[in-house]
């Protein structure tokens, strides 16, 4: 029985992770692991490139989309 | 935008890849294990590849030689999975080892530029997702649909057979060049590969060929929604949806994308449902039925609208609904084909094929079946997007092999169960609702008629199955319905509501099918539109400096203007065209998408010459050489066939020649008005097919006379970016192999922090 809860639910986490990921949502916890690494090692403040908030990541993904559209297949 | 400021240099190949940090553990499988998950034949393997063989060969037999009464559809579906399976196993394998030789010890753009914005290393079956959701639109379910005239067999021969010798391997070697340049587009790969002549000519075609393929995908939906107020009012709805998401996601809750589109679906859902009703009552009706024209000059100011509105409002939204629609839709699909596993009665090869007078579309199986069925079996649009977006998310060289030549592979299953859905229904029926109204009258009692004079062998069409089709569907009318998408709609609702909801739910499965297909064209109009629009800034740049700054609005909104009058020029003229509008128009986009398929393919043979790779280049020369022959070829008849159902001009002439004559009504133009828009149509569209033609021949030879430079030169270089060494890992199929596992394990055993850090910019 617990095995079986167990499968449902790692079942629903990685149905849940894979479609957060084919539509763009986990765009800001990539930005954020990425900033996170990038400068990980860095002992010196000064170069730190301030982190986003989600709210302005999401609008700076708007307006590079902005910039720079993406075409749609036939 | 880094890539497109780098120049591109050419350099010896021989620049080897930098040592991998001893520190790390491997970046790569080393030389024997990168193929040893495979190469070790043991017997189960043998015995899973043999029964694969065997299904794949049974199915085939039965497709094509075993000719009962009826085909049941299952035997496509394994004949389609078999052969995809053997070649993705065997071909896509032998483009890789002989032919791109990825390395996995090589960082992709994705590390060595990484943004965490637009250059991201991600999951290889995220990206899947993706780039299958990127590619795959309405071109794979119109097509099939329109080629089902000339039989089921050649049709599905040429899907399973072309994606594997063609589509899938332009997707793979395109996404792979472009992977090793920074992400070039396939423009700047032209310009850099082919010259400044077979460069600018590539880019022009590209402009061109974007307005005809935007045109005609909206003439698909404009056929599918006029005189229909349920459609309307559904897809319609689409519109205040997409932009209450938008608003939702701007304001409101910022990247809870999947939160919004599945509260998107739910109000779709009602949207549909509630179209049903609405269509129902006497003012709904007479307010939503709406005639073809008024509804193209909609879209064209709906487009220009979406055009110029931000992103986040419109467009980024109704993207994230296509995208979670498509997906879910597919994916239903394919359970309810092989759990009704409907019965085909539908003759392998039709007359049509052999003798070129179908009504559907005009011609004979060579060349027009291979312009006509475009998606699904080679996309030129694709090459797009494997220099457009993926490239840059990619996270490790050998993965491409499966995003790029798998992902095709998936699309061109779509196209598989779009051609069982549309074969599935009534013959007479399917008839019925795509010949032109110009063939049928537009009656029921015409559509029986002419559909009982093609003397087609077991069809015998009677007035009620047209008219119980059209009250199950909740149309007033299902006679000249062309375009495909409602066939299309009519076959997937027949075979959906034998799973869920049985009769009583065709209606909805129909405007299900037609919400779908209207969105995934909506999608492509607004961002396609977009697209040429800076493509089309970027070229008048060139003479106009000012043209450049895309954040100059006097600039972009007159580009979008004149991108978005030229694609509905072509869209009114193909809606009030009195032949029909789609079966004259279609060939157009088939070629047109084929003939941007050689483009893309002819930048590869050009980069391959380079490369030296003279004893494999037939794996590009061979799928070139086809696309080249079948759209020359076929431009060729559009332009001088004497047949006025085939050659443009010989029709314009037919028509002029009656004109002089004193006649004032010709062939299926009824009315003086309807000839003089023939006579201007055809010109048009003749005018259209040499242009295409033109700059196809320019490139295709300037690639040639490259590949010919670099044999006798002896070439050994390349323009790709430096190698620079890899720090990340990831294995490279769908599913990971022993050895793949084990590596993986051990860049998981290492700490967080360790495990991606590195120096960048």
């Known amino acids: ?74 | 935008m880094a890539s497109t400021s780098r120049m591109p240099v050419t350099r010896s190949v021989d620049t080897g890849v930098p040592d991998q940090d001893t520190a790390l553990p491997p970046v790569s499988l080393d030389g024997a294990a990168v193929d040893g998950g495979s190469r070790r034949w043991t017997p189960v393997k043998i015995a899973i590849w043999i029964a694969i063989s065997l299904l794949g060969g049974v199915s085939w037999v039965m497709l094509a030689i075993v000719r009962g009464e009826s085909v049941n559809a299952i035997w496509f579906v394994f004949a389609a999975i078999c052969t995809y399976l053997i070649g993705y196993r065997f071909y896509s394998k032998f483009i890789e080892k002989h032919l791109l030789k990825p390395d996995d010890r090589r960082a992709t753009p994705a590390e060595y530029m990484a943004d965490g914005k637009d250059f991201a290393a991600t999951d290889r079956r995220v990206l899947f997702g993706h780039h299958f959701a990127a590619i795959a639109g309405a071109g794979p379910l119109v097509g099939p649909v329109l080629a089902a005239q000339m039989g089921y067999l050649p049709g599905t021969i040429w899907i399973i057979v072309g994606v594997i010798l063609a589509g899938a391997v332009q997707d793979y070697l395109i996404l792979f060049f472009s992977m090793r340049r920074g992400g070039r587009s396939l423009g700047q790969m032209a310009r850099d590969e082919l010259g400044r002549i077979g460069g600018t000519a590539a880019i022009l075609a590209t402009i061109a060929i974007m307005i005809i393929i935007i045109a005609i995908l909206a003439l698909v939906v404009v056929n599918a929604l006029a005189s229909s107020p349920w459609g309307v009012f559904s897809v319609s709805m689409t519109i205040p949806i997409a932009l209450f998401m938008g608003v939702y996601l701007r304001f409101m809750r910022p990247g809870r994308i999947t939160e919004v589109s599945i509260i998107g679906f739910v109000l779709l859902m009602a949207a549909i449902i509630g179209g049903g009703m609405i269509s129902e009552t006497a003012w709904g009706a007479a307010f939503f039925t709406v005639g073809p024209v008024p509804l193209a000059i909609g879209i064209i100011i709906y487009g220009f609208i979406a055009a110029v509105l931000p992103v986040w409002l419109l467009l980024a939204p109704r993207d994230y609904l296509s995208t979670f629609m498509k997906i879910g839709t597919i994916g239903m699909l394919a359970v309810a084909i092989i759990i009704v596993r409907p019965e085909i009665f539908v003759p392998a090869v039709t007359s049509f094929a052999v003798e070129g007078n179908g009504p559907i579309v005009s011609g004979t199986l060579f060349p027009f079946l291979f312009v006509t069925i475009a998606c699904g079996a080679l996309s030129g649009f694709h090459a797009l997007i494997a220099s457009g977006t993926t490239p840059k998310l990619i996270e490790k060289e050998r993965q491409t092999r499966f995003i790029g030549y798998g992902g095709m592979l998936m699309e061109s299953f779509v196209a598989i169960m779009a051609l069982v859905a549309a074969l599935s229904i009534d013959q007479g029926l399917y008839f019925a609702m795509n010949s032109s109204a110009a063939l049928t009258g537009g009656t029921v009692q015409g559509a029986v008629a002419f559909v009982n004079s093609l003397g087609l062998t077991g069809v015998n069409l009677t007035p009620d199955v047209l008219t119980q089709t059209a009250a199950d569907i909740g149309e007033s009318s299902v006679v000249s319905r062309t375009g495909g998408a409602p066939t299309l709609a009519v076959g997937l609702a027949h075979i959906m509501q034998q799973v869920f909801g049985g009769a009583g739910m065709m209606s909805f499965w129909y405007h299900f099918a037609i919400m779908f297909e209207a969105l995934f064209i909506l999608t492509a109009v607004d961002a396609g539109t977009r697209v040429s629009r800076f493509m089309l800034q970027d070229s008048l740049g060139n003479i106009f400096p000012k043209f450049k700054n895309t954040a100059w609005r006097t600039g972009s909104w007159l580009a979008t203007g004149i991108m978005v009058a030229a694609w509905g020029a072509v869209l009114v003229m193909g809606v009030t065209d009195p032949l029909g509008g789609i079966n004259t128009l279609f060939p157009l986009f088939g070629i047109a998408n084929q003939l941007l398929a050689a483009i893309a393919l002819a930048v590869s043979m050009a980069i391959v010459a380079k490369r030296g790779l003279f004893k494999y280049i037939w794996v590009v020369a061979l799928p070139l050489g086809f696309a080249s022959v079948v759209t020359i070829y076929a431009s060729m008849l559009k332009i001088f066939s004497p047949v006025p159902g085939i050659g443009y001009f010989a029709q314009h002439n037919a028509f002029v020649a009656a004109l002089d004559a004193g006649q004032t009504r010709f062939s299926t133009a009824t009315t003086l008005p309807a000839m003089q828009a023939v006579i201007r149509n055809t010109m048009i569209q003749g005018l259209l097919s040499i242009l295409f033609v033109s700059l196809a021949i320019i490139v295709i030879s300037a690639a040639i006379m490259k590949t010919a430079q670099a044999w006798r030169s002896h070439s050994n270089a390349t323009s790709e970016d430096e190698p620079i060494a890899s720090r990340i890992y990831a294995p490279a199929g769908f599913v990971a192999t022993p050895d793949e596992k084990k590596l993986e394990a051990e860049w998981a055993a290492r700490p967080e922090a360790l495990r991606t850090q590195r120096s960048g910019h």
């Open chain 1, 1 to 74: 029985m617990n095995t079986l809860v167990h499968a449902i639910k790692s079942g629903s986490a990685a149905l849940a992770w894979y479609v957060k990921g084919v539509m763009g949502e986990d765009a800001y916890d990539k930005y954020v692991a990425h900033q996170e690494t990038q400068h990980a090692g860095s002992v010196d403040e000064q170069d730190r490139t301030p982190v986003m908030t989600e709210r302005e990541f999401w609008r700076d993904l708007s307006d590079r989309q902005e910039r720079n559209p993406q075409g749609r297949c036939c």
